[in-house]
């Protein structure tokens, strides 16, 4: 099912919780995280939110860096962290550009169609105010608000407009230029998002401290 966001005058394609393994059934605060869909797909792992916890994400085009919210989000942060320990946005692409607006990748399929076969919820604060750098789940219109698969994206505008309905997943530290540079491929009168260059995620790593 294609991941679908309407914003204000756009429609937007937003899809999309070392620690220890979570099957949602035992250990930490990822027991407490429910899980739509396959559940043999999910991989929740336990972070320590008295630890900082960041994913370094090289790309075709250079690397960018975000630390994780774990309190605002610890569900969330929890799947996405199981996705990249077992490498799963390896060779994915950002498949959605829009100048001023976003990034977004983290789609198998590379279309805005796919995720990882399972979703988990973090609803996010009401105050949530989605500025430059932030990074959080895209979802599609029916999901409830704070539903995350796979897809995420990185803001790139200074004023989206989106309202508090899409999970927090953290704030980029380092590398900005970088995510700015990816946003400027594609076109600003193409809603759709179509990138006008591919770029690929090379690889993510999670590193905690």
């Known amino acids: 099912m294609k991941r679908m966001l309407l914003l204000l005058p756009l429609v937007v394609l937003l899809v999309g919780c070392g620690g220890k393994k979570s099957d949602n059934a035992s250990g930490g605060s990822s027991m407490k995280c429910e899980i739509s869909g396959d559940k043999s797909k999910a991989n929740l792992i336990d972070l320590d939110d008295g630890k900082t916890h960041s994913v370094a994400v090289k790309t075709s085009k250079g690397d960018f860096t975000f630390d994780l919210a774990t309190k605002t989000s610890p569900c969330t942060t929890a799947s996405f962290a199981g996705l990249v320990d077992r490498g799963f946005f390896d060779g994915l692409t950002f498949h959605r550009i829009v100048p001023g607006f976003v990034i977004q990748g983290g789609d198998p399929e590379g279309n805005g169609s796919g995720g990882p076969g399972y979703s988990v919820v973090d609803k996010p604060p009401a105050d949530t105010k989605y500025d430059k750098g932030l990074v959080a789940m895209a979802k599609t219109q029916t ?60 690889k993510m790593e999670l590193t905690s401290g």
């Open 143 to 202: 999901d409830p608000a704070g539903t995350s698969g796979s897809q995420f994206f990185v803001v790139t505008g200074d004023d989206t407009g989106l309202t508090p309905d899409y999970a927090v997943l953290g704030h980029v530290t380092d590398g900005m230029d970088v995510v700015e540079q990816i946003g400027k491929l594609g076109d600003a009168n193409d809603p759709s998002g179509t990138p006008t260059e591919k770029v690929t995620i090379d």
